[in-house]
């Protein structure tokens, strides 16, 4: 391990690089670039009634993910504080304090890294999206990406010729979702509430012109979405894509 510590230069460029805090050490090691940093400001204020206090409580340590940096991956270790609120009526008896600009509370990435993955996933899909962020050591899986999509506002562009169907997990594997993306590009064309096969269809059916559909869909619901998709509108002879659509489909193993 070699560890840079106290060298003007790079904590100033920390110092630009990660906003809100005081960057005191940077530590490059086997798994990447650890940067240390603290909150400078004496006070902070109680989220829950907006007065400012000056009483640590106690203090902690957070470790997110950031974008990273020279092609290597950057972990934050903020060393944080918790504050009590002295304002007598709040139902608040201490807070953390928050750094709005750089991460949310209880998020495990930076508010960039997470607005970075979201393009990714916009750009590339899921799985795709996931070979592309181990590529420029942001590592995240198919799933973490399109949660990040999910949130994110959609530009409108044109039905696609090709469209892939995959289902992917909102959180942590309890609520599901379809998605939609460009077969040729891998954009996300669209993101849907769940993973039911009658909304798929009605979504085919008010997107006429598509020539191709490929579905990546996992095993519990591979069937219904290959059957409904079939018996839709778009698939029958005659309609828009004058009846020469293909189907192409990834079966699920068994
Ligand atoms: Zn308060």
Known sequence: MRTIVSAQAITLLFAALVPEVTVTEVTITAEGILVTAFVLR???????????STSVHSYYTRQPHDVSLSGQPVRLLLQLRRFRCL????????????????IAPAAQRTARLNASLRDLALAFGGQAGARQSARIAMAASGD??????HRATLPAQATPRVLGIDDFAFDKGQVYGTILTDGETHAVVAMLPDRRAK?????????????????????????????TCRESTFMRPG???????????????A
């Open 144 to 149: 973490t990406l399109l949660r990040r999509a």
């Open 199 to 227: 909304t798929a269809a009605a979504w085919l059916r008010a997107h006429p012109g598509i020539d191709r559909l490929t579905l990546s869909l996992s095993r519990p619901v591979y069937f219904w979405f290959s059957r």
């Open 87 to 102: 304002h007598t009526s709040c139902p608040a008896v201490t807070f953390s304090e928050r750094l709005p600009t750089l």
């Open 239 to 253: 309609h828009a894509g004058g009846g020469g659509q293909t189907w192409h489909d990834h079966r699920p193993s």
């Open 42 to 52: 004496p006070s902070a204020s109680c989220p829950h009634c907006g007065a400012v």
